[in-house]
């Protein structure tokens, strides 16, 4: 009998506990996912935390936690990128009023935006019995920045535009870049004269200035691989390499104070649902903010074309703006675009054509 009873007694107890989790584990326990960066480059770590708090004084047993990564998303430790994207699945236990931080070491492969939408958490009772499921959305989101390359690395024909960018100057000087000071000139006013330099040397001194730059700089991204524009962008290392050298030039221009535009028919992974897809073109700056906006931009193509390339070029020529600096980074050199860019220079503008063939890789 009183094996019987024991029974019975075990039932209730694992029915009883199987209950009390089934409806209270769930309602405090939180969870939060996030990356302890916003933006990173490619080939550069990130860490991915997930964050658990049991506000409460039931224990819980097991708990795992399952979300898709992108395949390009890799964790440390892993050498090659899969085929396919991967499931990630972390398995820990909660005593009471517990909170846990689990820190995963990640790299990330590839540019682009990297959002981490949902989780699913699955938690068990203390006997295995009964399991609850929840599927929780996250705002964890990484964008990932092309990769930089240093200027032996890029292409010759990029490697000499950057070297014609950093001797291009105005004849006249730049009141706000000086460079150092000089005796006095006659020609030079007394607004010029350095004073400190002077008592120094008991000899007239003016400050030096550098010069700056005569030139509308206008970077233009084609994205066609073929004129038909149904065709899809099938060669996705030649899109990626293109991305890759227009974000160095932007770099490198960045290091000299360049101001510059920017301009694709590459559609932004925001733009992908819309019916009427725009042509991107971002203002003229410089500036360690305008090349941030500039890099986030660039993280954020798809390989999908708005329209085909020439219909940019026909709005720099209906622009009618004065004498520009146009350079077109594209994998496709077609009859009408030849005839597009003599257009553009019967306007007085300069373009410079540069082919896009494989970087090298680097760091």
Do not use: C
């Not at 009772?125 to 092309?146: C, H, N, W």
């Not at 206008?218 to 974000?247: K, Y």
């Not at 070029?313 to 860019?341: G, H, Y």
């Amino acid at each position: 009998m009183s094996i019987a009873w024991f029974i019975v007694f075990t039932i209730g107890v694992i029915y009883l506990q199987s209950y009390i989790y089934n409806t209270y584990a769930l309602k405090r326990l939180s969870y939060r996912r996030d990356f302890n960066r916003s933006h990173v480059y490619v080939n550069q770590e990130v860490e991915l935390i997930d964050e658990f708090v049991n506000d409460q004084w039931l224990p819980i047993p097991w708990v795992r936690v399952e979300t898709k990564l992108s395949r390009h998303l890799l964790r440390i430790d892993q050498s090659e990128v899969p085929e396919d994207d991967q499931f990630h699945q972390t398995l820990f236990s909660l005593i009471p009023y517990q909170r846990i931080k689990r820190r995963h070491q990640m790299i990330a492969k590839k540019r682009g935006v990297y959002h981490l939408q949902s989780v699913a958490i699955t938690l068990g009772d203390m006997f295995g019995f009964s399991e609850q499921y929840r599927s929780i959305e996250t705002d964890a989101k990484l964008i990932v920045y092309p990769q930089l390359l240093k200027k032996n690395q890029l292409p010759l024909d990029v490697q000499y535009f950057l070297g014609e960018q950093s001797v291009k100057r105005w004849i006249i000087e730049d009141p706000f870049l000086k460079i150092g000071t000089r005796e006095l000139a006659p020609s030079d006013s007394a607004a010029k004269i350095n004073w400190k330099k002077t008592a120094q040397t008991d000899t007239m001194h003016v400050h030096q200035h550098d010069h700056t730059r005569d030139q509308d700089l206008v970077l233009l991204l084609n994205g066609d691989q073929t004129e038909d524009i149904w065709l899809p962008i099938e060669n996705d290392a030649i899109f990626e390499s293109s991305i890759t050298q227009v974000a160095s030039v932007m770099y490198h221009l960045n290091q000299q104070g360049a101001p510059y535009r920017f301009g694709t028919n590459i559609v932004l992974n925001s733009d992908r649902i819309k019916q009427n897809r725009p042509l991107i073109f971002k203002e003229k700056g410089s500036g360690t903010k305008h090349f941030k906006q500039s890099l986030e931009t660039l993280s954020q193509l798809i390989p999908e074309r708005s329209h085909n390339f020439h219909y940019l070029l026909d709005q720099l020529l209906a622009s009618k703006q004065e004498r520009m600096d146009i350079v077109i980074f594209s994998p496709l050199q077609s009859i009408t675009i030849n005839e597009k860019i003599r257009r553009l220079e019967q306007q007085g503008h300069t373009v410079t054509l540069l082919r896009i063939n494989h970087a090298k890789e680097g760091s």
